[in-house]
């Protein structure tokens, strides 16, 4: 007699949640390259905090900071392909698929934080947020950093002080377009990449802003910076949009309402982290710091005026106008 073994499965207990009114629990995680004591690392922080309070923990929001799952070469695909699902790269990053935003990477384009908020909550902000495009990616704020100074091996005071020197840059036309129009040699290597490549000579000089420059401590590998707020540094919040799609209502509501607050938050904080970061590294002491003049700044901006009749037709006749009414 043959023996067989008889099993009983047992069925899974199985319930539609949507039916039920309940949402089911989901995992969103949250790249990005920066240090956790940053703007964009505090405001993920926040972010993430503010969505578990408002789903009751039923949306985390897991974050992984310093590169440690993409790094900004590739956080965009994986965005896209779905491996990662919120992302929030500089909006240099994202202007050559985006012109429109080149208008942030002009030099001098905005005098403050005050403009910028301005122009994002405004009609500008409006058609930047209209000319992401892309499929499968969707834009939710602009979190702010704030505006980038410059640091080398040598002093940075003079428009001729960049001839000929090799300079880090974001990869972005309009920031190519900056240290060109200065002499220098601008080229795209990624953040986390940063800090080796200065100390190791093969770099000379970047831009960034105060909090980068401290977290990262570029300050140790660079032994100039020109406090010149030449250039605006802030990040285009995405979300994967098949993500945002298998969301209920509930939970896009409650990532919409703490994203409005981390926005809010982000700018009033981001200042206050980048003058802390100048006030550190001058009593750390290991950097020369210029305060660039009046009349510099002047100097700089009429060197780099060329670049913004460079860019005005690839940025659009609708931006440009909406800047130039802002900054009128
Ligand atoms: C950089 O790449 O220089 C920075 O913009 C990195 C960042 O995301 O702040």
Same mark, same amino acid.
């Given at each position: 007699?043959a ?51 408002? *789903?009751?923990? /039923? ?20 965005? #896209? ?9 500089? *909006? ?9 935003? /080149? ?56 428009v ?33 990449d940063?800090?080796? #490549? ?33 250039g605006y ?25 703490? /994203? ?31 305060? #660039? ?5 002047e ?21 440009? *106008?909406?800047?130039?009414?802002l900054?009128?």
């Amino acid at each position: 007699v043959a023996i067989g073994f008889s099993f009983s499965v047992e069925e899974p207990v199985r319930y539609d949640a949507e039916q039920e009114g309940l949402d089911q629990k989901v995992v969103i995680r949250f790249s990005h390259v920066v240090a956790e004591n940053t703007p964009k690392g505090l405001a993920v922080a926040k972010f993430a905090q503010l969505v578990r309070e408002k *789903t009751d923990g /039923m949306v985390e929001i897991r974050v992984y900071p310093n590169a440690t799952l993409f790094d900004d070469e590739n956080e965009f695909n994986a965005l #896209q392909s779905g491996k990662v699902e919120m992302i929030a790269p500089a *909006t240099s990053r994202l202007s050559s698929r985006y012109p429109a935003w /080149m208008i942030m990477d002009l030099p001098y384009a905005f005098e403050n934080e005050r403009e910028v908020s301005k122009a994002m909550d405004g009609r500008l902000g409006q058609l930047l947020f209209e000319a992401i495009n892309d499929e499968n990616v969707k834009g939710l704020a602009l979190w702010d950093n704030g505006f980038k100074q410059m640091t080398a091996g040598c002093p940075l005071v003079s428009v001729n002080d960049f001839r000929g020197l090799h300079f880090r840059i974001m990869p972005s036309p309009v920031l190519h377009a900056q240290f060109k129009t200065l002499g220098a040699s601008p080229e795209s290597y990624s953040f986390n990449d940063l800090y080796r #490549q200065l100390e190791g000579g093969s770099v000379q000089g970047q831009e960034n802003t105060l909090s980068n420059i401290y977290s990262k401590r570029l300050y140790q590998v660079q032994r100039y910076m020109t406090v010149s707020n030449h250039g605006y540094l802030g990040y285009i919040v995405l979300i994967n949009k098949t993500t945002w799609d298998t969301l209920s209502g509930t939970q896009q509501k409650a990532i919409e309402s703490a /994203m409005t607050e981390t926005t809010a938050w982000i700018r009033q904080y981001a200042k206050q982290m980048n003058d802390r970061a100048l006030a550190e590294m001058k009593e750390k002491n290991s950097i020369h710091i210029h305060m #660039q003049t009046n009349e510099e700044k002047e100097a700089w901006k009429k060197q780099l005026n060329p670049v913004y009749y460079q860019f005005k037709d690839v940025i659009g006749e609708p931006v440009i *106008t909406e800047w130039k009414k802002l900054i009128a």
